[in-house]
């Protein structure tokens, strides 16, 4: 098994983002990344998808959308269209015909900041997703950090210190998104994949003579991230090795995790019985029992939930099993401390222990 790291839901220079994609891969290089996907609201960009960089760090940049429907009010509903390869904005009126279309071209969706409020105090408005009607999408976006900057910021003080600050203000996906996400799977009793974005914008602010870069583009490359895990490394030649992360992403081979208090990199969550082992993301029978395996970077909180609720909690330790013959949806997440809090580190997507 191979590890990618990417960083998800970035705008650039053709939307309402501050750079250029040359730019982006350069940041992406300095940050450590193996690739990116933008996503510029309805327009899609042909002939940029490639490795780029140089032979020192490649970066694999794949390019998507983030649609909406532009005469929508109250705003929402954003939908994030990754590998479909073709321009999306006609559809975007109609989300569920916009999906069919995503699902049509071999492409996946996912509901961009499902939960998210609004910032009243600079006049930011909240676009959550509105049309939870809407059927076989591929997945949500569990962590978006302009979603959770918008609901953690109370005051002047606090938009002031998580804007010049950022690493002091991520703590966790919302917590009524995880919520959201847990009576999804449950009550659609279906996979939902769950992956990690940025929303990446690098504002740029005009205080008197200066110009401030709020939540650069680094901080976020260095942060929140999809760790990707496809079967076998990547072989160079880029269509295939796209098409192995779509691959990947689709059957929720992947896991979120907050990279910049302390690398995720290496995180496992296995289950494992007399047919072989299943990853995050894979469904299996649980009858005859299962064996999960939990395998952390290092020591740090971690606890096994089952359909929404904790079942074991560990504590300073690296390596966990749980034996099991109970159906249902087993996920982890995992916590570490850094600047004064306890924060979110690692959200596994599930396995799904049904017959
Ligand atoms: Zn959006
Ligand atoms: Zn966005």
């Known amino acids: 098994m191979h590890e990618s790291k990417f960083s998800i839901h970035i705008h650039t220079k053709y939307s309402d983002g501050n750079a250029n994609h040359q730019e982006l891969i350069k940041i992406a290089a300095q940050a450590g990344l193996d690739g990116i996907i933008t996503t510029d609201h309805n327009i899609w960009l042909h002939g940029l998808d490639g490795y780029h960089g140089d032979d020192k760090h490649k970066v694999m940049l794949l390019v998507g959308e983030e649609l909406h429907d532009r005469a929508l009010n109250p705003p929402g509903n954003h939908l994030l269209a990754i590998g479909a390869q073709k321009e999306l904005a006609p559809y975007a009126q109609d989300t569920q015909q916009l999906i069919d279309q995503i699902n049509r071209a071999g492409g996946l969706s996912f509901i961009a900041h499902p939960i998210e409020d609004e910032l009243a105090m600079f006049h930011e408005k909240a676009y959550p997703w509105r049309i939870w009607e809407v059927k076989n999408f591929t997945g949500i976006e569990l962590w978006n950090q302009l979603s959770e900057f918008k609901s953690v910021t109370h005051d002047l003080l606090s938009a002031v210190t998580h804007a010049l600050f950022p690493a002091r203000m991520s703590v966790g996906p919302i917590e009524r998104t995880l919520t959201l996400w847990d009576d ?172």
């Open 184 to 355: 999804l799977i449950a009550s659609r009793n279906r996979q939902i994949v769950a992956i990690g974005g940025v929303d990446a914008h690098q504002i740029m602010k005009k205080i008197g003579p200066l110009t401030i870069k709020l939540y650069p583009y680094l901080h976020h490359f260095k942060s929140v991230r999809t760790h990707i895990i496809t079967p076998n490394p990547p072989t160079g030649i880029f269509p295939d090795d796209r098409k192995a992360i779509y691959s990947a992403l689709k059957q929720g081979h992947c896991y979120v995790g907050y990279d910049l208090p302390a690398a995720t990199d290496g995180f496992r969550f296995t289950a494992h019985n007399d047919d072989g082992q299943f990853i995050m993301g894979d469904r299996v029978s649980p009858k005859g029992g299962l064996t999960f395996q939990i395998r952390l970077p290092q020591k740090s909180l971690y606890r096994l939930l089952k359909d929404g609720k904790i079942i074991k909690e560990w504590e300073n330790r690296e390596v966990a099993t749980y034996l099991t013959k109970e159906t249902g949806v087993y996920r982890v997440e995992a916590f570490i401390p850094f600047k004064g809090k306890l924060r979110g580190w690692i959200f596994s997507n599930p396995i799904y222990a049904w017959d």
